[in-house]
Structure formats: structure tokens, C-alpha cells
């Protein structure tokens, strides 16, 4: 009996490795469709306290709800997508200065470095040949991948109208499993909205307050890359750091402060409100959340990244309810100590 069991337990894990190999090979396949589809519905997740507050306390019909909620979807975005595209127009007649500033930056550093005794030529051999293309690469290429996502827009809202129109008339919430996937993404979503709201928006004020060039861009980016957790404060934080070093009007005093106050801001809301916030609700181990980033960025690219802990949750809460996959949901939630007892 243990030997079918095993047998069993193997084959299995074989077909959950062929299963996935091929999920994945159609999910990168079908990315045109489902990425504005999946984005459609954890935005329809976000949305839909919106239309339940409409319905039960206005007495609205969903309908008149849904297409209030949408309204609402579109000025957000519109408001998004104008303000990226002022941005990138902005940094694109900035890049001669931007290119200045950096060669007279790189002069005096190498002037410095000499008058210590070391050798400029050899220690800025790659960097002397720095284009300002490289040194805002990483901002133009932050900004194209959101533009991207912000002009597939119209299919997104297209599947978000017909996601909330289609969605239970009650206000009450539903049972079984898509009811428990529902109520952690719904509370997930709502709970990182709002902190990545208070995230960006203080980090774009103290930016605009230090005098930074595109302080709302910034403060943007701090607002979407809070949801990549671990990584994403990383980069929103180092995100000013070029344009700081290579504006006109910056001291050393503005640098440290452009640097450290939202790198302050960040540690709080990551490190104390958040946890607070939101607590335990997705149940994912950190390593657990750190490969999710890798799988679902190598699939959807940044798209991946922002989606990578919630569609992750959704699996774990699958994986619970059958019967041959609980041990990869309590790998996920990283309790080895029950793997052990199990096998």
C-alpha cells in the first residue's frame, strides 16, 4: 500500500510538472489577452467596494453602479496617462542638460580622484563613456513598459465593464473557494492600494518640496512599485538618485535629503504600517514571494512583477482545497515543519 501511495505521490508531482511547464508556455503565449484580462480582474477586485457601498447605502442599481465605477476607471487612468506622457516629453528635452551636467559631474570626479592619486583614465574607463541614454535607461524604460500597459487601457476597461457588470447582485459575500480568494484579494488589493497611495504621495511631495525634476513621476513610481514587494522600494528610492545628481540646482544637502527622506518613508510604511495593515492575509513565505517575482517577471514582464504575490495566492488557495497538492500549499506558506510530519 505505501508503494502505490508512493507510486501514486510520484506520478503525481510528474503531471503537476508537465501541467505547469505547459500553463506557463500558454499563459506567455496568450500575454496580449491575459494580461488586460487579469489586470481587469484585480481592478474589478478593488473596484467592486465601490459599487457595493453604491448599492447598499445609495440604493443604486448595479448597472448604473458599474458604469459609475468604470467612469471612475477612466478618469484614473486618463489622469495616468497624461501625467506619464507630460513626464516623458519633459525628459526628453532635458537630455542635452541632463548629458552636460553629467560630463562636468564626471570631471570633477575624475579632477578629485587625480589629486589623490589615483588614476581617472583606468578607474572611469566605462564611465567616461556614459551616454545619458544609459544613466535614464532605467526611467525610460520604467516609463515605456508603463505606457504600454496604460494603451491596452481600452481592453482593460472593456473587461472590467462586462467583470463588474456580470458580478453577484447581493451585497453580501459569497462562500467556497472563490469567496476565500475574493475576500484575500479584495482585502490584499484595497489594503496595498491605499498604502502605496500614502507611499507615493508623500515621496512625490517631499521630492517636489526638494525642487526634483519629475517629483510626480517619481512619487508615481513609488506608488506602483510598492506593489512589487522587496524589490520595488529599492528601485523607486534610487529611481531620483540620476536626475538629482545631474540637476543644476542640486547640493549636497538636496542629494541626501532626495535619497534619505524617502528611503525614511519607505522603511516606515514597509516595515510598520504595512505588516500592520495587512497582516498575514496571502500566507506566502518570503522565498516564496522572491520566486514568484522571477516566474511571473520572466512570463509578463513588469506586469508580472506588480501581479506576481496575488496571482500566487490564488494558486496557494487552490492547491489547499485538493487533496494531491497540500504539501505544495504549505510549501508555499513555508512550513516545512508539517512537510516533514506528512511524509
Excluded at 468604470?70 to 526628453?92: D, E, P, R
Excluded at 549636497?252 to 492575509?281: C, D, N, Y
Aim: proline share 4%; hydrophobic share 55%; with cysteine.
Amino acid at each position: 500500500m505505501d508503494s502505490e501511495q508512493r507510486e501514486r505521490r510520484i506520478q503525481t508531482v510528474c503531471l503537476l510538472i508537465l501541467s505547469a511547464a505547459v500553463i506557463a508556455f500558454a499563459m506567455w503565449w496568450l500575454r496580449p489577452v491575459m494580461i488586460p484580462f487579469v489586470l481587469a480582474t484585480f481592478f474589478a477586485f478593488g473596484l467592486s467596494p465601490l459599487i457595493t457601498f453604491q448599492m447598499r447605502y445609495l440604493h443604486i442599481p448595479r448597472l448604473l453602479a458599474a458604469f459609475a465605477t468604470l467612469i471612475v476607471g477612466c478618469v484614473v487612468l486618463g489622469l495616468l496617462g497624461s501625467l506619464i506622457s507630460t513626464s516623458v516629453a519633459q525628459l526628453a528635452e532635458n537630455v542635452d542638460v541632463y548629458q552636460q551636467k553629467i560630463n562636468q559631474l564626471l570631471e570633477k570626479t575624475m579632477i578629485l580622484l587625480e589629486g589623490f592619486g589615483f588614476d581617472p583614465v583606468s578607474t572611469f574607463n566605462s564611465l567616461s563613456a556614459l551616454p545619458i541614454e544609459r544613466v535614464s535607461g532605467m526611467l525610460r524604460g520604467m516609463t515605456r513598459a508603463i505606457v504600454d500597459l496604460l494603451s491596452q487601457g481600452s481592453l482593460v476597461l472593456v473587461f472590467l465593464f462586462f467583470i463588474l457588470l456580470g458580478g453577484s447582485t447581493s451585497t453580501q459575500p459569497s462562500g467556497g473557494v472563490l469567496g476565500e480568494i475574493e475576500s484575500r484579494i479584495k482585502r490584499y488589493i484595497v489594503a496595498k492600494a491605499v498604502v502605496s497611495a500614502a507611499t507615493g504621495a508623500l515621496v512625490g511631495f517631499v521630492l517636489a518640496m526638494l525642487r526634483v525634476d519629475l517629483a510626480l513621476v517619481f512619487g508615481l513610481f513609488a506608488f506602483l512599485l510598492n506593489f512589487i514587494p522587496s524589490i520595488g522600494s529599492l528601485i523607486a528610492t534610487l529611481l531620483p538618485l540620476p536626475v538629482v545628481l545631474v540637476s543644476p540646482d542640486s547640493t549636497l544637502t538636496t542629494i541626501v535629503l532626495a535619497i534619505g527622506l524617502p528611503t525614511l518613508i519607505q522603511l516606515i510604511f514597509g516595515s510598520f504600517i504595512e505588516p500592520k495593515v495587512m497582516g498575514g492575509s496571502l500566507d506566502l513565505h518570503p522565498v516564496t514571494v522572491i520566486l514568484a517575482l522571477i516566474v511571473w517577471g520572466m512570463l509578463w514582464g513588469i506586469v508580472g512583477m506588480l501581479l506576481a504575490v496575488p496571482l500566487t495566492a490564488v494558486m496557494k488557495i487552490f492547491f489547499e482545497r485538493i487533496e494531491h497538492t497540500t504539501l505544495l500549499a504549505e510549501l508555499l506558506a513555508g512550513r516545512l515543519d508539517r512537510l516533514q510530519t506528512d511524509t
